[in-house]
């Protein structure tokens, strides 16, 4: 009773959101690049 049991932070599976954030600046635009892509190719293949 006199020695608490510790409770450390540690334990918490990291969130999928917190592990993506630092990614957003390279998948953003690579995204962005694929839709244009796609976008442009679908245009030009019903024309």
Do not use: R
């Amino acid at each position: 009773m006199s020695k608490p049991a510790a409770h450390d932070s540690h334990d918490q599976p990291q969130d999928v959101i917190e592990s993506i954030v630092p990614m957003m600046p390279v998948v953003l635009p690579v995204a962005g690049a694929v839709l244009i892509f796609l976008l442009a190719f679908i245009a030009v293949f019903m024309a």
